[in-house]
């Protein structure tokens, strides 16, 4: 009897446990000591064995009461349905097959009571547990018939002689010992199909706030954890987020993730390589039993998550569902393998929403960008739109573009950080103060008149009237400033900005502060004047272009010049292009400009192939003229008139006109890609595309906005930028330039990272025709054609 109970004790300790939630299923090769039971001493001293070493080693495994009394309960019903079963059958005889038979029947017959039980219990808890439940229990039936066979077996050699137990109780513990190590290799190789099943998960959550919950919710499940909770540190324009997922749904937490001293945080993100902790309660120190408690766990798995802004952030798991199981050195390696695939997945997230905040934000100064001032002014004149007031004023940095010719980007640069500082610190505190362009900025002023505005505006004049230090010269920091106010002036942004534009234009010419008025609409007459005369200026060669150089990054070979459009007009001089582009948009001239300037440049390119020489142009690509539905044979018959073949042409497209659904949807793109020229789109990052909508257009380069290049050399976060769009964009099998090259700094920079082409003032500026020779002649050699190539190529000496 006593080696009965040492048998059940033995058999029970050593189970495969299989978590289903809140709940476990247990396989043991109980039913060794069961069939030993029932032949040698009876059923009922059987059960009462059985009952006893149960209820022992559930209690000295921490089971609550409840559970403890639920499967005793069980045992003996179990016991006493194998018991029922054999009183059915023939009496047992160890010699007799039939007894063999019966005895498997009734050990099949536990092996039932045991899940209908358990089954039971979790759809009275926790409601039916699907089908997966009985896929999971059903393989443990095997080990009925197995623990039939061996217990058989062992009392037919006992009985032939009493030292037979010497060579069956080694053969009986070594099945135990691989029942063990079975079962935990059956945990092992549940876990690896997690992480994998988890990687994939992760892969196709959305850079957003919603995926990130997604990322917490995937990491509880896999563990089986209660809670799970990750801790970002603030990043851009976003304080520090704490992102918690449990298994009651329940979002209430405790303050232990976001508590920098908290000792289980500290203690994870030790940057002393050892990775994951696990820590237990009543096995930590004082400290971390405190933290434990403060959490009302009974363990915890934590780690630090690496963020592209560099500081880690925190995440960790409390607690397994399952009240028999607990986080062991497998989970912790599973945390650890899942990191790989968090991080990279925070990292993106991170990425994708720099790339979003800098499409509405001036990088510079981090300020909201005109298209987000916009945005704010629709949104709040669209919350009342029968009340709403809203002043707007425009204000132009005086001498910017003096302090930029003289002293450099840099010098003016530090002026416009000083004079955003300025109006930050004295516009009310409910204004929205952006960067326009250039040196004009904007402050949106909710819920003021318009006498409220131009006051407002007179103060913030003065308070910006100051002197600062900029390039080691006391400057001058003074603002001209034009008004308007909503609805009086207008109930739409466009129309408030625009007419804010129009007071600021006066205001040039005023005492430095305008608002508008009708009458100043006839300064406008200059843009109506010049719409008229866009296409004569091109008839008689007023529009004109010129050339900025594009050389490989590793051979320095001139591989390009992209063509910019110029308009020197008699009466006005030079007029920006952004000026008659955009009002040749609005006209419906953009097109016949396109083709001048397409035009120009082929005629460039094909007198470069009549001396041998292959250089490539390319030419901006206006939104408007994706949509023309002749673009494609426009494009085709240029390039059939110059005799330039489609390679040596490369189109470069904004972002807003790539990703803009009427686009997307036709085959504008496939087009002009079939007529073997380049696609690329330009400015890359300061709009609302994503590289995974790249993979869907036939686009072969991405242009790296300046505004990323500009800060490379002195900030780390620009660097990291631009070697993750390299890195993502020749993952895509693309091409990348980099505009803004000034210093040699930053063109050894993007030459680590891999970069293929640079374009910047560092190579050239851009030259009108007859000074582009005279820089090819002063400045490049003639290199060779390949093997396999027909034209030669130009490099930059050195």
Excluded at 346 to 357: F, G, S, V
Excluded at 416 to 434: N, Y
Excluded at 517 to 531: A, E, K, T
Excluded at 681 to 701: A, C, K, N, V
């Amino acid at each position: 009897m006593l080696a009965l109970f040492v048998a059940f004790l033995v058999t029970e300790a050593v189970h495969l446990d299989i978590e289903l939630r809140r709940q476990t299923i247990s396989a043991s090769p109980t039913e060794l000591a069961v069939v030993v039971g029932l032949l040698e001493v009876g059923g009922f001293w059987t059960a009462v064995a059985r009952v006893v070493a149960f209820v022992l080693v559930m209690g000295l495994q921490g089971n609550p009461p409840a559970k403890l009394v639920f499967n005793s309960a069980l045992a003996v019903i179990e016991i006493s349905a194998a018991l029922a079963v054999l009183s059915l059958l023939p009496p047992l005889s160890i010699d007799q097959p039939v007894s063999w038979l019966s005895l498997t029947l009734a050990t099949l017959v536990i092996w039932v009571v045991s899940v209908i039980g358990v089954g039971a219990a979790i759809t009275l808890t926790e409601g039916f547990p699907g089908w997966r439940f009985w896929a999971v229990a059903l393989p443990n039936a095997v080990v009925s018939p197995l623990c039939v066979a061996v217990a058989v077996i062992a009392l037919l050699v006992s009985r032939e002689t009493p030292w037979a137990w010497a060579l069956i109780a080694p053969v009986v513990l070594g099945a135990v010992a691989i029942f063990r190590q079975s079962a935990r290799a059956s945990r092992e190789r549940r876990t690896v199909q997690r992480v994998y099943d988890f990687a994939r998960r992760v892969e196709s959550v959305t850079p957003d706030e919603a995926g990130t919950k997604e990322i917490v919710t995937a990491v509880r499940e896999l563990l089986n954890a209660d809670r799970a909770a990750l801790w970002l540190p603030p990043y851009l324009d976003e304080g520090p987020r704490l992102v918690v997922a449990a298994a009651d749904g329940g979002v209430a937490w405790y303050d232990g993730p976001g508590d920098s001293d908290d000792p289980v945080r500290r203690r994870a993100v030790a940057d002393d390589g050892t990775g994951p902790v696990l820590l237990s309660l009543g096995r930590s120190g004082s400290q971390e039993d405190a933290a434990l408690a403060r959490r009302g766990a009974r363990e915890v798995l934590g780690a630090a998550v690496s963020t592209a802004a560099g500081e880690p952030a925190y995440l960790e798991v409390c607690d397994r569902q399952s009240d028999l199981v607990t986080f062991a050195s497998g989970d912790r390696a599973a945390l650890e393998s899942m990191l790989t695939h968090v991080n990279a997945a925070i990292r993106q997230q991170q990425l994708m929403a720099q790339i979003r905040h800098d499409a509405d934000h001036d990088r510079l100064t981090g300020l909201p960008n005109r298209q987000r001032l916009a945005a704010e002014i629709d949104a709040l004149l669209a919350a009342d739109p029968a009340d709403a007031r809203a002043g707007l004023v425009l204000a132009a940095l005086d001498g910017y573009t003096d302090v930029t010719d003289t002293l450099g980007h840099a010098a003016s640069d530090e002026l416009l950080l000083v004079t955003a500082g300025l109006l930050r610190e004295h516009a009310p505190p409910q204004a929205v103060v952006a960067r326009m362009e250039g040196g004009q900025f904007a402050v949106l002023l909710p819920g003021l008149s318009l006498a409220a505005t131009e006051r407002a505006a007179v103060r913030l004049r003065e308070a910006a009237s100051t002197r600062a230090r900029v390039a080691g010269l006391d400057l001058e920091v003074s603002l001209t400033i034009g008004v308007a106010a909503a609805p009086v002036h207008g109930s739409d942004s466009g129309t408030l900005i625009q007419r804010a534009d129009v007071a600021l234009l006066a205001a040039h010419t005023s005492a430095g502060v305008a608002t508008y008025h009708p009458v100043l609409d006839q300064q406008s007459l200059r843009r109506l004047q010049l719409g008229t005369e866009l296409e004569t200026a091109m008839a008689e060669g007023q529009i004109s272009v010129v050339f900025q150089p594009i050389i490989d990054s590793r051979t320095a070979d001139i591989v390009s010049v992209e063509t910019l459009v110029r308009w020197h007009h008699p009466r006005y001089g030079d007029i920006p292009p952004e000026d008659f582009i955009s009002l040749a948009e609005q006209i419906g001239r953009i097109g016949s400009l396109t083709d001048h300037v397409l035009g120009l440049a082929l005629d460039r390119c094909r007198r470069w192939l009549d001396q041998d020489i292959a250089l490539s142009v390319a030419v901006n690509l206006s939104a408007r003229c994706l949509v023309e539905p002749d673009l494609v044979d426009r494009v085709r018959n240029a390039l059939r008139e110059h005799g330039v073949p489609g390679e040596l042409l490369t189109l470069e497209l904004t972002e807003g006109s790539v990703v803009d659904d009427t686009v997307r949807n036709s085959t504008v793109l496939a087009d002009l890609h079939s007529l073997g020229l380049r696609l690329s789109m330009d400015d890359f990052g300061t709009g609302y595309s994503s590289l995974s909508q790249l993979r869907l257009l036939p686009i072969d380069e991405l242009k790296i906005d300046k505004s990323f290049v500009l800060g490379m050399s002195t900030s780390q976060n620009e660097s990291f930028i631009a070697r993750s769009i390299v890195e993502l964009a020749h993952n895509l099998g693309l091409r990348v330039v980099a505009e803004g090259v000034e210093d040699e700094v930053t063109r050894d920079l993007l030459a680590q990272m891999g970069c293929d082409k640079l374009q910047g003032f560092l190579v050239s500026r851009p030259l009108p025709e007859d000074r582009l020779e005279g820089w090819l002649l002063a400045r490049t050699g003639v290199r060779s054609a390949p093997p396999g190539a027909t034209h030669r190529r130009l490099f930059v000496r050195t």
